[in-house]
């Protein structure tokens, strides 16, 4: 297949990718196959996609540093199941203790991986395939397809908020529920703080598209029709956000909502000295988040009370301390919880995750994992720093702007839950990432232009 068909095919491609990823990847931990035919299905799109990235490799730096962490990503899982020599498996203090231990037990012949759980960090290996050929597959797409990838994901998302309906007026021992266990109003997702990230990454989108709809019928002088479509679906995805009874997700929601307004050109703040329904539309806006947060604060205050998340975050970044440098491996979580948390938690409690995936992240892949985090960081400082930098709001400044801040509200949420630990949310946040950072270099292809390219380039601008 030659890099001029793989082009063409890979908008549809990833299009049918992000739908079986949300209709079949909802859950953590599936036993049945499922995530495996998943994976299978993203073998095409990655290899599509690859095939036009060795003949267009991005010239953007930034674009490229993206490139280089998802590489290093797929690096790190694949070291950790190598063997080790003694010398070097034997720095963290807590497989000192774990030799000993075995060595007590009988167990004289042990094979040293850096992994302490070879199978599940290669099982985790596996599982970044799909969000590698959505990644991979988004940096490629030109100006127009970035719009469809994230109306494809806004579409995704609503669905998932009707079927979340569906079920939810299903009696409990309903043929028709997707789970046998009451999932709440997680529609195709099997925990309800999902479908919370899922609502705010659909309000952020529509919000960012809203504002691209208006920026291109204030251009072309079409109806705006499409303008009030998108802010209805924003609403709608804010409205439904509570609905998932996630106290994170509603104390992200209105930052997030406030920062799209801002960053997207819907509530230009350099206009609204001059525009008094701007400044009052504005405040209302603040009013109500500030409104939101006191409220959801009071949430929180109830989630510490009654629940264990920051327990089960302190127990984690203590293991972490004890397996660093190298880290207990991806994937190791579970049995290493179980050992250090107390008895009387474990006969109340069914630990699956940290419920922070930051602290979690630090356990399982020690210095070099923290150290690729703050790679992904600085990444993410560096587009908002160029989207602060663009004086015009143009139509890539706007999907760089509205992807920038789904991706921001995804890891804020990954403080106090796991969503990136879901096939469909990891992947999807990917994608985003993709259409950010190709946007990020058109626009900074453009600004390097020479002043006679950028005039005759401004025409078709519309179709960015």
Not at 45 to 63: N, Q
Not at 97 to 113: E, K, P, S, W
Not at 126 to 155: E, G, H, N, S
Not at 208 to 227: I, N
């Amino acid at each position: 297949m030659s890099s001029d068909v793989a082009r063409r095919w890979l908008l549809p491609a990833l299009s049918a990718l992000l739908a079986a990823l949300w209709l079949g990847g909802g859950v953590t931990q599936d036993g049945t196959s499922m995530d495996e035919w998943l994976q299978l299905l993203a073998l095409p799109v990655l290899w599509m996609s690859v095939r036009v990235l060795l003949v267009e490799f991005p010239a953007d730096r930034l674009s490229r540093c993206g490139i280089a962490l998802a590489v290093a990503l797929v690096l790190l899982l694949a070291l950790q199941l190598l063997p080790l020599p003694a010398s070097i498996w034997n720095l963290p203090a807590a497989r000192g203790a774990l030799t000993q231990d075995l060595q007590q037990a009988g167990v004289d012949t042990l094979r040293r991986h850096w992994s302490l759980a070879p199978a599940a960090t290669e099982q985790g290996l596996w599982a970044l395939l799909p969000a590698l050929a959505c990644f991979f597959a988004a940096i490629t797409l030109d100006k127009f397809q970035r719009r469809r990838v994230l109306q494809v994901v806004i579409v995704l998302a609503a669905f998932n908020v009707l079927f979340a309906f569906f079920q939810a007026g299903l009696p409990l021992d309903s043929a028709l529920r997707l789970y046998d266990f009451d999932a709440g109003f997680g529609g195709l997702f099997a925990n309800t703080n999902h479908q919370a990230t899922a609502c705010i990454a659909g309000m952020v989108l529509a919000t960012g598209l809203g504002a691209e709809a208006r920026f291109r019928a204030r251009c072309e002088g079409v109806h705006l029709h499409a303008v009030w479509g998108y802010f209805l679906l924003a609403g709608m995805f804010l409205l439904a956000t509570p609905l998932s009874t996630s106290r994170a997700g509603m104390a992200i929601a209105l930052p997030a909502l406030a920062l799209a307004l801002v960053l997207s050109g819907a509530v230009p703040l350099r206009r609204m000295k001059r525009n008094k329904a701007a400044l009052g539309l504005a405040a209302g806006i603040v009013l109500l988040m500030l409104l939101g947060m006191q409220a959801a604060l009071g949430w929180m205050a109830i989630d510490l009370a009654e629940e264990q998340r920051h327990v089960f975050a302190e127990i984690t970044f203590q293991l972490g301390l004890a397996h660093a440098p190298l880290g207990s491996g991806v994937g190791s979580f579970v049995p290493l919880f179980a050992a250090a948390s107390p008895l009387q938690m474990q006969d109340v409690y069914y630990v699956n995750h940290a419920h922070n995936e930051y602290v979690q992240w630090w356990l399982e892949t020690g210095w070099l994992g923290m150290l690729l985090l703050v790679g992904v960081l600085a990444v993410l400082a560096v587009a908002v720093k160029r989207l602060l930098q663009q004086r015009r709001r143009g139509s890539q400044v706007i999907l760089a702007a509205s992807a920038w801040v789904a991706i921001a509200a995804v890891l804020a949420h990954s403080w106090a839950d796991y969503p990136l630990r879901t096939l469909s949310l990891m992947s999807t946040t990917a994608a985003l990432a993709g259409v950010m950072l190709a946007a990020l270099a058109d626009i900074g292809q453009r600004r390097h232009m020479p002043e006679d390219a950028r005039d005759q380039a401004a025409p078709n601008a519309l179709a960015d």
